[in-house]
């Protein structure tokens, strides 16, 4: 009795042993294909039509053919899709670093574009596409959904791919462009999850007035608390830091605390059932005009190539992964009867993205500039119709929500449950592909001259200047801010951009330099400490 139960043990740690090795060689081959993309584009690093993100979807899916053949059919991806692993570990370190990264006087400028363009641009982009597939899946043969359902495919299909934003575009060559793309990229896929969270809590099976109203005010009660919560986790970390200032004893507990208090942000609003996303998002804008500037050089070099990175490797991860699931047989299987019927859902899924954002950045952009004073200010046609091109590709956000709706542990056994999922996958891989390519081109073809002279790399990249530039724009301009006396009319882009002007970013400037800033630190206000930064600049 004792032989055969100590023989059944054995067994099960043998089980347990196989099963953790072949854990360890998916780790390794994905580690391994990581470093690939990585390598590969670099190579392609002055290719005009392909970045980072479509390299590493073409991997993927390369690496999910041979997955596919060595198997014997039965899997092609070496990780099986979770969305804990991408809502709570992947997309944070994006979304926060983006949020750091951002030019904030460009970002603030266009604050009222981007909050329409994001909000009420993706309000109306679901409820087109939500109508389209209500009005042209009952034609098709694919099984029943309900009302739940059909808005959920619109809010899946209204979240555009802000990180693949950050590839096509350039912050430096196309500044309004960027910050209006990816600013409302971001707003937008905050707004998408929060609607996709909404129609699944709230009963629409019977609605009216008053439930639709009540569903509209939760949305954007949603979109304010979670953007407030950003704010005050920013504010938070820049007041401890500036007032118990860590980097006399230890940058390293400076760093831990930055990094920290940025993913607790995320993690606190997803405990609310709040917007992780727009919550780091300003979290991210409030650290790097605050906190920031509270640490040590060293601390600041230090956090500022951590946040890149940590976003970088999730950025090619996600693609990854997406190009590799892209070939998973179990969904296609249900699907491989009535291809035709496939190529339908993903064709007017595509139509309905097509037509659902133009829906809105035209007529947006159309109010946005009646109330812009200057011509320079307004968004020109040809830049609309780069918003509108940019913005259509789907990503990683909408495999997520899609396997949300659609599936249970990465895994589905409906067939109506499996067509969405592949379709889903195709309209990400199309757009992505497709659109991402010809975005830059088309940059190229519509505005030529769109480079700007200044640049962006600087020769001493040990000093804090040089990581400050990105952040927050100039130092003569941020001191210009200051001022708003005496200063001639400006007759270019440039000097707009530049010359202070009586604007809400003016008096802003004013509340921030007169209370914000001595409260919470940033540049100019950071105390003397024996070892802070201030200790170099202090007068001999």
Not at 438 to 449: A, D, E, N, V, Y
């Amino acid at each position: 009795m004792m032989a055969s139960q100590f023989g059944s043990m054995l067994t099960r740690l043998g089980n347990l042993s196989t099963s953790d090795h072949a854990s360890v060689v998916s780790i390794n081959l994905f580690v391994a294909l990581l470093c690939g993309c990585i390598v590969i584009g670099h190579l392609l690093e002055e290719n005009r039509w392909v970045n980072e993100s479509i390299t590493a979807l073409v991997i993927g899916v390369c690496t999910g053919v041979v997955i596919l053949l060595t198997s014997g059919g039965r899997s092609s991806h070496l990780l099986v899709f979770s969305e804990d692993l991408f809502f709570i570990y992947l997309l944070p370190p994006i979304i926060f670093n983006a949020g750091f990264q951002v030019k904030k006087k460009q970002f603030f400028r266009n604050f009222i574009t981007i909050m329409l363009f994001g909000a009420v641009g993706t309000l109306i982009s679901c409820g087109i596409i939500t109508s389209g597939v209500m009005q042209f899946f009952s034609k098709l043969d694919i099984g029943s959904f309900d009302i739940g359902d059909y808005l959920a495919i619109g809010a899946i299909f209204s979240a555009t791919d802000s990180v693949c934003t950050l590839q096509v575009l350039n912050q430096d060559e196309t500044p309004l462009l960027y910050s209006l793309v990816f600013g409302e990229g971001v707003v937008n896929d905050a707004a998408s999850v929060v609607l996709f969270n909404a129609i699944q809590s709230f009963d629409l099976t019977h609605t009216n007035l008053r439930i639709a109203l009540q569903f509209i005010g939760n949305f954007f009660y949603l979109f304010f608390t979670s953007t407030m919560l950003g704010v005050v986790a920013g504010l938070l970390s820049a007041y401890i830091i500036k007032t118990l200032y860590f980097g006399r004893h230890s940058t390293d507990r400076e760093v831990a605390l930055m990094m920290l208090m940025a993913y607790l942000s995320y993690i606190l609003a997803e405990l609310f059932y709040l917007s992780g996303i727009l919550t780091v998002f300003f979290c991210g804008i409030v650290m790097s005009h605050y906190t920031w500037h509270n640490v040590t050089e060293s601390s600041r070099v230090t956090t500022k190539h951590a946040f890149a990175t940590l976003s970088f490797v999730a950025e090619i991860f996600i693609f990854l992964y997406v190009g590799m699931d892209a070939l998973d047989i179990e969904k296609w299987r249900f699907v491989s009867k009535t291809p035709g019927t496939s190529v339908a859902v993903s064709s007017i899924l595509i139509g309905l993205v097509l037509v659902g954002r133009a829906a809105f950045v035209f007529p947006l952009s159309f109010l946005s500039n009646l109330a812009k004073k200057t011509p320079t200010e307004k968004i020109t046609f040809r830049q609309q119709v780069i918003i509108w091109w940019a913005g259509l590709m789907r990503g990683a956000v909408s495999v997520a929500l899609a396997y949300n709706q659609f599936a249970r542990s990465g895994h589905t056994q409906l067939r109506s449950n499996a067509i969405m999922i592949t379709s889903t996958i195709t309209v990400v891989l199309f757009s992505t592909v497709v659109f991402g390519l010809m975005t830059q081109p088309l940059i190229r073809f519509l505005l030529p001259h769109s480079k700007n002279t200044t640049s962006m790399v600087y020769s001493d990249s040990s000093t804090p200047k040089s990581f400050a530039v990105p952040l927050l724009e100039s130092a003569q301009n941020s001191d210009a801010d200051m001022g708003g006396h005496g200063f001639p009319r400006p007759s270019s882009l440039r000097m707009l951009l530049t010359t202070p002007s009586r604007s809400v970013h003016h008096y802003w400037r004013k509340f921030d330099d007169a209370i914000m800033r001595p409260m919470f630190g940033g540049r100019g206000f950071v105390p003397f400490v024996p070892g802070s930064p201030t200790e170099r600049s202090a007068p001999q």
